[in-house]
């Protein structure tokens, strides 16, 4: 650089002078923060090749690696072929003779049988498939939603869970109890049961009479508001559930029953069935006949039709090829499953509360949602403790379903502290404290557009607005979710100006306060 100078700056100072100078002006700069780039990511592929990875379960920003053999364990134990959980299939093949001789639902019965049969007549998956087809037009189901030719049957896998496996005390006795998921999304029906399920969620939604159903988290501070009100300066006791078995054991028979009856009850009331919007998530359902543009117009008889097939052909292909039909419990990964478990539950309930006094249940209300049930109960002036044993062996809902206790303080997405008649409750974070047990959100530093990871932010700051129940709780929660964003990168000024919008989006001045606190 000091050759490229004029002479007469050259020759002012010596070579050990300018390197002087220069070292003098020079400021030290800190690399930017590392960013996982494509190679690193090939190269730790390279390293871990013959392992089993997936996400971990409630911890999408975390990946798990596993042995083979250990990850052949998990899956043997939770598709068990062995018991009455699920059914290995040896199929046959479909010949125009079958279908010629098997009218309507008797292909599937035929094809899809448990016992080995000759060796020319063995199939495969693609006999099932076919089969499928000859029932599907046989059944006018054509003319609802297009039959995907290049389906096929679902693959069933395992997630760990992130509270089993990250502790590796914990990990060492609850490895092997993962989340079973069997995707449906490559289903040749796919279009229609998407429909269908909708359709029986509509139906369920709807039930009339006494019942626990909760249709949405959201809905949990207006119920504990609601609780308070009714129990006005009395001592209240609150008892968090969990529907043990509920998707694995709920009887088909109980299920088949209580969804009729819901069809039944609709028919008494002059419907028909349910329009259901094919190309719209923003719309909604609808009793009235709506048939043409957006809509198809789902018959109460073909929603009958398809609960039975999805309850008798809830049939897997397992890694090795096997297929395996499971023969207890609600179809795991069915688009009808969510209308089935709602429904069902809904149903078993309106009978329980038929049967109970009018002075007992003002004594009492509950809420379920899925399988998750808040119970709040007067404390004094009755035999509560004698309510709840008799509750808890599960009077309520059929055998082989029996509920156990889950955490008290947290349902769904709500922490809640009960003190005599006042309920405080706020937006459930597993991340309050020192110790980081859960991944939600991604970090600052990461690839996806900086506007998404603001929005993302806002969002979640309007959720602790809405989830909190005073100005207190409010404030508990913001700082400890901002808090959570700091561990992430997130600039102040970012944070600050997320809680400026929640503010002027009608969050109230705490929002304000809130932003003065960020550093």
Known sequence: MKTQLPVAFKEATSDAQWMMGLNACHKPTQAPPSKVNTAAMYTLRKELKGLVCGPLDKNGGELWFACPCLYQKALDKAYPTTGEDYQVLHPRKVTAHQIRVNQGAAILDVVTKDDIPKKRQRGGEEDVLKA??????????????????????????????????????????????????????????????????????????????????????????????EAMRKFRGEEIEAHVLDIEGCYPNMPKEIIRFAMRALVEEARRQGREGVSVPSRSKTRRCTWKRTNGGPWKFI??????????????????????GKLIRQMLGIPMGDALSPGMTIGTCGWMEREWMASLDDATKRNFMARRYMDDILLLMRKGGWDSQRFYEDFRRSECYARPLNLEEASDGTFLETFFTVEHDRIEYRLKNANEGDVKKVWRYQSWESYSPSEQKRRTLVATLKKVAAMASSEKEMMNSAMAKLREFADLGYPASVRKDACCRVASSGGGAIWIVVALTQR
């Not at 008889?301 to 292909?317: C, K, P, V, Y």
């Open 132 to 225: 499928w087809k000859v029932y599907y037009k046989r059944r006018g189901w054509d003319k609802i939603a297009r039959f995907n030719n290049k389906g096929r049957l679902g693959t069933p896998y395992l997630l760990f869970k992130a509270k089993n496996v990250t502790d590796p005390a914990v990990r060492k006795e609850k490895w092997a109890k993962a989340r079973p998921i069997a995707p449906t999304c490559r289903h040749p029906m796919s279009a229609l049961l998407h429909l269908v399920g909708r359709a029986w969620h509509y139906v369920a939604s709807q039930m009339t009479g006494e019942h626990f159903i909760a249709s949405s988290t959201k809905d949990v501070p207006g119920y504990l508001q």
């Open 299 to 320: 018959e109460f008889s073909t929603m009958l039709d398809m609960l039975d097939f999805s309850l008798d052909q809830a049939i897997f292909r397992l890694p090795n």
